[in-house]
C-alpha cells in the first residue's frame, strides 16, 4: 500500500474516474477544465503505473477494457473518501452527536457534578453517553496517559507536557458524626474514625496531613464503599472526615431522615485541590473541549 501511494499521483484520479464515465479525451478535458494534451499525457501516466492499455479504440470511439471497468467500483469509492476527508468539519454539535466519554473520578469529588450533569444532556445532549470510572488518585495519571479515560475529576499532582491541568475548585474537609457536641483537637484524635479508601488500606489525605504534624487517629474502621459509610454512621458513634461538598450533598439529599452533624476539621490543613485533567491528545478536540466548559460551569457552582 504505502509503495502505491508512493508511485501512484493521486491528482490521476478525477481523471481516470472521468474517462471510465465518459471515456473521450475530448470531453474529459472540457469537463476538468483541461486540455487535451494533459488528459493524453495523465492517461499515458495511469497505463504505466497498473501495466494496462485502460482504454483501447473501438467502433465508438475509446472504450475501456476489462481491467479498467474492474476499477470503476473501485475510483469512485476512493474518490467519494477523497471528497470526504477534504470536507471534514471537525465542528461539534451537542444536540446531534453520539460521542461517547469515559470520566474517571473518585466517589468522594464525584456528587457536584453526577447529578447536575443529568439535566444538562437530557436538554442539550440526548444522544451523548458518558461512562464512569472510580479511579483513585494514584492511578489518575496512568489512566489518562493510557487513554483508559477521556477526563479525570479529581486531586492529585500530575506532571509531564502531556497533561493538562484546569482547578475547579478548593474544597475544605469537615467531620461528620451523629454526635453535634464541639470537636476539640484532642476529642478528634481520642475519637474512633471511620476511613474510606478505595484500596482498603491505601494512606489517605487526612492520615498524611496528621502525620505531618506528629499526630495519628485511631481506626475502628475502613470502607472502601463512601456511602455506605453513613449508614455505618448512623449506627455508631464514630467520626468520618470527608470534603464538605460530599458531606453536605449527601446528608442532604440522601440521608435527610439521618440525624447527621457537620463540624469543621479541627486541624489546619490544605483544602483539597479538585481539577480536572485531561492528555494533549484530546486538548483540541471540540466534543472534549465542550464537555470540559460544561464541567467547569458545574464546579463554579460548587
Given at each position: ?20 464515465a ?58 467519494r ?50 461512562h ?6 494514584a492511578l489518575?495519571?496512568s ?18 507536557s ?35 479508601s ?45 470534603p464538605?461538598s460530599?458531606?453536605?450533598?449527601v446528608?442532604?439529599?440522601l ?27 484530546s ?20
Amino acid at each position: 500500500m504505502a509503495n502505491a501511494l508512493r508511485t501512484l499521483d493521486l491528482n490521476l484520479l478525477p481523471i481516470l474516474t472521468a474517462l471510465l464515465a465518459n471515456p473521450s479525451t475530448t470531453r474529459v478535458a472540457a469537463e476538468l477544465g483541461l486540455t487535451q494534451s494533459a488528459v493524453s499525457h495523465a492517461l499515458s501516466r495511469l497505463r504505466g503505473h497498473f501495466g494496462d492499455a485502460l482504454f483501447v479504440r473501438g467502433k465508438q470511439g475509446l472504450e475501456p477494457t476489462a481491467f479498467a471497468r474492474s476499477l470503476m467500483p473501485l475510483t469512485q469509492d476512493l474518490i467519494r473518501s477523497m471528497d470526504a476527508l477534504v470536507a471534514h468539519d471537525p465542528k461539534f454539535n451537542p444536540a446531534t452527536s453520539v460521542r461517547h466519554f469515559v470520566i474517571g473520578m473518585p466517589e468522594l469529588v464525584s456528587t457536584p457534578f453526577i447529578p447536575q450533569l443529568i439535566p444538562i444532556l437530557q436538554k442539550a445532549a440526548p444522544n451523548i453517553t458518558l461512562h464512569f470510572k472510580a479511579i483513585s488518585p494514584a492511578l489518575a495519571q496512568s489512566v489518562v496517559e493510557d487513554g483508559a479515560v477521556d477526563l479525570y475529576i479529581g486531586h492529585g499532582s500530575m506532571r509531564g507536557s502531556n497533561i493538562k491541568r484546569q482547578t475547579l475548585y478548593d474544597d475544605v474537609f469537615v467531620c461528620v458524626s451523629r454526635s453535634g457536641r464541639k470537636l476539640t483537637k484532642d476529642g478528634y484524635l481520642d475519637a474512633k474514625h471511620l476511613k474510606l479508601s478505595l484500596q482498603g488500606d491505601q494512606v489517605g489525605l487526612i492520615d498524611g496531613a496528621l502525620d505531618q504534624l506528629g499526630l495519628k487517629r485511631k481506626h475502628s474502621m475502613t470502607l472502601p464503599f463512601y456511602l455506605l459509610g453513613f449508614d455505618v454512621l448512623n449506627m455508631s458513634d464514630m467520626i468520618m472526615t470527608v470534603p464538605q461538598s460530599f458531606a453536605h450533598y449527601v446528608t442532604k439529599k440522601l440521608f435527610s431522615q439521618a440525624r447527621m452533624y457537620i463540624r469543621p476539621f479541627p486541624f489546619a490543613i490544605e483544602p483539597l485541590r479538585v481539577g480536572q485533567i485531561w492528555h494533549v491528545r484530546s486538548h483540541n478536540d471540540a466534543g472534549h473541549s465542550w464537555l470540559r466548559q460544561t464541567i467547569k460551569k458545574i464546579a463554579d457552582k460548587v
